[in-house]
């Protein structure tokens, strides 16, 4: 079975979405494991959940085959995709930059399917 452009775009997303709660969680343990830094590692996961729930809204609005829903998801993606390349960058923001990049390509390939022609 083939997924549809939109479907893969649908189904990045909520791939992103899962990445984001586990780096978060993540984030929320390492809070116990080193003190000093419970308030950075607590912002970094608060801003990941927030990127989920987001990420997660678009998803699901996706159905809605908006130009605005389209546009809210494509802003979010490139978004991340500038912020993770603007901070320290290492090979998991590599690979989340290029989870992002991927989506947004699948979105942009998609457009057709869910825009108001």
Not at 64 to 69: A, F, Q
Request: hydrophobic share 65%.
């Amino acid at each position: 079975m083939k997924l549809s452009a939109f479907q893969a775009t649908r189904s990045f997303f909520v791939f992103t979405v899962a990445v984001l709660v586990v780096f978060g969680a993540g984030s929320l343990l390492r809070i116990h494991a080193t003190p000093e830094w419970a308030v950075l590692y607590g912002f970094y996961a608060l801003a990941m959940f927030a990127v989920a729930a987001v990420m997660l809204y678009c998803a699901l609005q996706l159905g809605r085959r908006t130009k605005l829903v389209f546009l809210l998801s494509a802003g979010v993606l490139m978004l991340n995709i500038l912020l993770t390349v603007l901070d320290q960058f290492g090979l998991v923001d590599l690979l989340f930059a290029t989870l992002n990049l991927i989506t947004l390509a699948a979105l942009i390939k998609a457009r057709k399917e869910f825009l108001p022609v």
